[in-house]
């Protein structure tokens, strides 16, 4: 009896330590594909790569490391945990695929299971959405709004917190017991949810479409800030701004070529912390002439034209709702999702609020739409040169996910789209696929050129797609899916949400256009 006990003891202090031996291996391994992964979404509003659909396909393309889980059948698998968290999660909601044994026993697979983020991994995936490159552009945007923009740096903070836990809650349904049930798993779900029994696709394709959107204009902007940096670093030399322009987008079209972000990612997390040394170097150059800060240019009045136009840019630089669904599906504890949009947005609101006061007060009237530009010509050679090879990195990121959505949504096999598919039997680019690839490349190239203004191209991007996408569409959707559970004050935010984020958006999309039209017949002409 006792040689019985001591061998089942045995047995079992032997599965526990190979289950604990293989989740920290795979924690271990997974751990820098996890933080490249990461940093291949970063970038302003950009989490593109870790987005809805796409998802599933970048992180096959990472070849991250997987854990699978134990059978289910024997004596040391029947008293074993099942891993942290989450760990079921899949595309399609459901979990790891079972099989049945010759007795009719249900048996679990060795199943694939990606790796779960945490809760700090998770929000330095949104503090790199929200404080990328595009913060460049705020101190612009207190130029024409003085105290009322940066009110509105807080104000934006505050609702696109807000929506970003309200989209996550319409992911959710209770089931007969009233526990929460996790019933969808992408932002394309929750609107073609609000959409049935009528039209049970509309809501997507709206949502896809604004994303292209997003994703195709965040590329222009990147064009666009690269020949901007390199014209105003180097302006003795005989090459214009669009020329920069040109000579950037030469150097971006092997993004063509890209099969999966594996190398590209490689490099993010070194572009981010590159473009953290720059923001420290701005802030430490305008405390070091804190003595001439200008802070009775700093009113409460606003630019009517322009103002609009700075409401777009700071919407903009908070997108990172699209990619939330899968973040928060991908957390080993989304409990903790709430506590994790908390602090990153009130550090965003902070960094970004001192970072455009410190720098407007330094350069008050003369504050350029790339606050680089403001300094010295010794020090902006250097750091515009950084932010160019940051720019150049960054895009591959929005350009490979538009790609995958336009692929997706018009050349697949089957029928279902109206063109074939991109890809042959090898896995190899056909004519078709490379044509669109570099089609769109040339695309971003005649933007920026024909329209190089890095303020304009941002709000109108934020005040259409942004304001979309982190004010309107969430508040909507909660109001349709949850209607009968919310209380009367979530009533009052879901609809002042809505009313507020609508006349942000057509007023700063009305100015926005008013200025690239006007930019547009100006380079028409010349």
Request: with cysteine; aromatic share 12%; charged share 15%.
């Amino acid at each position: 009896m006792a040689t019985l006990i001591k061998s089942k003891l045995s047995n079992k202090l032997s599965n526990a330590a190979t289950a604990v031996s293989n989740k920290s291996q795979a924690k271990v391994s997974g751990m820098f594909a996890r933080m490249g992964f990461q940093a291949a979404t970063d970038e302003e509003g950009l989490g593109f790569a870790a987005c809805d659909d796409l998802d599933y396909d970048h992180r096959q393309g990472m070849q991250m490391d997987i854990m699978t889980s134990e059978e289910m059948g024997g004596e040391g698998a029947g008293d074993g945990e099942g891993l942290d968290g989450d760990s079921h999660y899949q595309r399609d909601g459901t979990g790891p695929p079972h099989s049945t044994s010759k007795d009719g026993s249900a048996t679990s697979e060795l199943s694939e299971v990606k790796p779960k983020i945490t809760a700090w991994e998770a929000g330095w995936n949104v503090t790199n959405a929200i404080q990328g490159m595009f913060v460049l552009g705020l101190p612009y945007a207190i130029l024409h709004g003085g105290y009322l923009g940066l009110f509105l740096i807080i104000f934006a903070a505050v609702v696109c917190c807000y929506t970003g836990k309200i989209l996550i809650s319409c992911l959710y349904e209770e089931d007969e017991d009233g526990q929460l049930v996790r019933v969808r798993d992408s932002y394309v779900d929750i609107a073609n949810a609000c959409c049935q029994p009528r039209f049970p696709t509309l809501g997507g394709h709206i949502v896809n479409v604004a994303q292209i959107i997003e994703l195709v204009m965040t590329c222009i902007l990147y064009v666009v800030v690269s020949g901007n940096l390199m014209y105003n670093s180097f302006p003795n030399m005989p090459i214009s701004q669009k020329s920069w322009a040109i000579i950037a987008t030469a150097a971006l079209l092997p993004c063509a070529f890209l099969k999966n972000l594996k190398a590209v990612s490689k490099f993010s997390l070194l572009c981010t912390m590159a473009h953290f040394v720059i923001n420290v170097l701005v802030i430490a150059y305008c405390l070091s002439r804190a003595r001439d800060w200008a802070w009775d240019k700093v009113k409460f009045y606003i630019d009517v034209k322009k103002f609009p136009i700075s409401i777009g840019i700071i919407v903009f630089s908070y997108t990172s709702q699209i990619f939330l669904p899968s973040l928060e599906g991908n957390m080993n504890k989304p409990s903790e999702f709430h506590c994790m949009m908390n602090w990153t947005h009130i550090a965003a609101c902070i960094l970004k609020g001192l970072f455009a006061l410190v720098a407007y007060l330094t350069w008050a009237d003369e504050t350029k739409e790339v606050i680089t530009d403001n300094l010295p010509p010794g020090i902006r050679a250097v750091v515009n040169l950084f932010l160019v090879a940051k720019a150049l990195l960054s895009y591959p990121l929005p350009f490979f996910a538009a790609v995958e959505v336009l692929e997706k949504s018009f050349f697949s096999e089957g029928g279902s789209t109206p063109f074939p598919d991109c890809y042959g039997v090898d896995g190899r680019l056909k004519s078709w696929g490379l044509t669109l690839r570099c089609t769109l490349v040339v695309f971003t190239l005649l933007m920026a050129i024909y329209v190089p203004h890095f303020a304009l191209l941002m709000g109108l991007t934020g005040s259409l797609t942004g304001a979309g996408l982190c004010f309107l569409l969430p508040s909507l959707f909660h109001l349709k899916l949850l209607w009968r559970k919310l209380q009367w004050h979530q009533v009052f935010f879901d609809v002042s949400i809505f009313v507020i984020g609508g006349i942000c958006s057509i007023s700063g999309f009305i100015h926005s256009m008013e200025g690239l039209i006007e930019a547009f017949r100006y380079n028409i002409e010349e």
